[in-house]
């Protein structure tokens, strides 16, 4: 690609180069693939959706942020909140990154125009900067997320934003206590019941995504809530191991396979085959603690029945009516149906 001026975020503004006089340069790039137009007069590098080691929800993700970057662009003092702020915040989500942005409203009513969202500016919420660019507070943020996404989108960000890690330095971004002192000071707002359901299920506990998304799919069918993050004592390795999931009743563990998204991979083969020999060793170190124990990945979680059969094989009691589906595809839209809501 040729050598454009670009913003500090990699973007390349239609008039910067105007200014240049390399509209040619631009013209070819843009022929060639090289770069593609985000918005009016916002371009940047095409990605390589074929680039080792990215997958796809990743490749999602960072075309959401570029969006949400080119908008801070071309919109007037935008303070950008909900799906918008979030990904500024690097935090996840399940499912896809929508195309609409989303900003506060300068009045007080919401509107959706042109592939943007304002929220009503009479809630009035605390602003802050993330990635360079004013966003809502993020306890603000996350209850737009219960308004405007699906409960396993809205459930994933609460829970990445309220974790608190349990080695080494680290805070939460925020409080469960911070959070439902927000969700109070709005009441009564358009949303609020969908707020509160998240807010039931939310927690500091969970390490990653699969962790949040197995324990939704846990109560879809109707089994016995597990307690997270059991601690065990493992004497032949000296050391803590905390399980995902417990189930005290039948004392059964189980744990999600899907640490990257949180914990980091390792970069080296040697690394990698040092991890896996590890985590052998504690896992039989487990085994050895309960009466049963088992482990499942996104797969198995995503398709339900291959987990349903784990857990009725370990004796997971059902104590829970069965419940209509909380967690989509991954690939499914996170936000909710725009016939299913009003503008915020």
């Given at each position: 690609?040729?050598?454009?001026?670009t913003t500090t975020h990699g973007l390349i503004r239609f008039d910067e180069v105007r200014a240049t006089g390399r509209e040619p340069e631009l013209t070819a790039a843009l022929a060639g693939g090289r770069v593609i137009r985000v918005r009016r007069g916002v371009y940047a590098p095409a990605a390589d959706p074929s680039q080792p080691g990215v997958s796809?929800?990743?490749?999602?993700?960072?075309?959401?942020?570029?969006?949400?970057?080119a908008a801070g662009e071309t919109l007037r003092h935008p303070v950008f909140t909900s799906f918008s702020a979030l990904a500024l915040a690097r935090l996840p989500i399940h499912g896809r990154w929508p195309t609409e942005i989303y900003v506060m409203s300068s009045g007080p009513q919401g509107h959706r125009r042109a592939g943007v969202t304002s929220v009503a500016g009479s809630y009035d919420p605390a602003h802050g900067v993330e990635d360079?660019?004013?966003?809502?507070?993020?306890?603000?943020?996350?209850?737009?997320?219960?308004?405007h996404a699906t409960m396993a989108a809205a459930v994933v960000a609460m829970?990445?934003?309220?974790?608190?890690?349990?080695?080494?330095?680290?805070?939460?971004?925020?409080?469960?206590?911070a959070v439902r002192a927000e969700h109070e000071r709005l009441l009564p707002y358009r949303g609020s019941r969908r707020t509160e359901a998240v807010l039931a299920r939310a927690t500091e506990q969970a390490d990653t995504p699969l962790e949040t998304v197995g324990r939704?799919?846990?109560?879809?069918?109707?089994?016995?809530?597990?307690?997270?993050?059991?601690?065990?004592?493992?004497?032949?390795?000296g050391r803590r191991a905390f399980?995902?999931?417990?189930?005290r009743s039948v004392d059964a563990g189980g744990e999600a396979d899907g640490r990257g998204k949180y914990l980091g991979r390792a970069n080296t083969a040697e690394r990698a085959a040092s991890a896996v020999i590890a985590?052998?060793?504690?896992?039989?170190?487990?085994?050895r603690q309960l009466r049963a124990f088992d482990r499942w990945d996104w797969a198995e979680t995503l398709e339900r029945?291959?987990?349903?059969?784990?857990?009725?094989?370990?004796?997971?009691?059902?104590?829970?009516?069965?419940?209509?589906?909380?967690?989509?595809?991954?690939?499914?839209?996170?936000?909710?149906?725009?016939?299913?809501?009003?503008?915020?």
């Open positions: 690609m040729p050598d454009l001026p796809a929800g990743e490749h999602d993700t960072n075309r959401y942020l570029t969006a949400v970057r360079l660019h004013a966003v809502t507070s993020l306890e603000f943020t996350l209850i737009q997320m219960c308004r829970d990445a934003a309220l974790r608190a890690p349990r080695f080494g330095p680290g805070r939460p971004r925020t409080t469960m206590t939704l799919v846990i109560e879809e069918l109707g089994f016995e809530e597990p307690e997270l993050q059991h601690e065990l004592w493992l004497p032949e390795l399980l995902d999931f417990y189930w985590e052998k060793e504690r896992e039989n170190a487990i085994r029945s291959p987990l349903e059969r784990r857990l009725t094989a370990m004796g997971v009691p059902r104590t829970r009516r069965r419940r209509v589906r909380l967690v989509d595809a991954p690939d499914a839209p996170a936000a909710r149906s725009r016939n299913s809501r009003r503008p915020a």
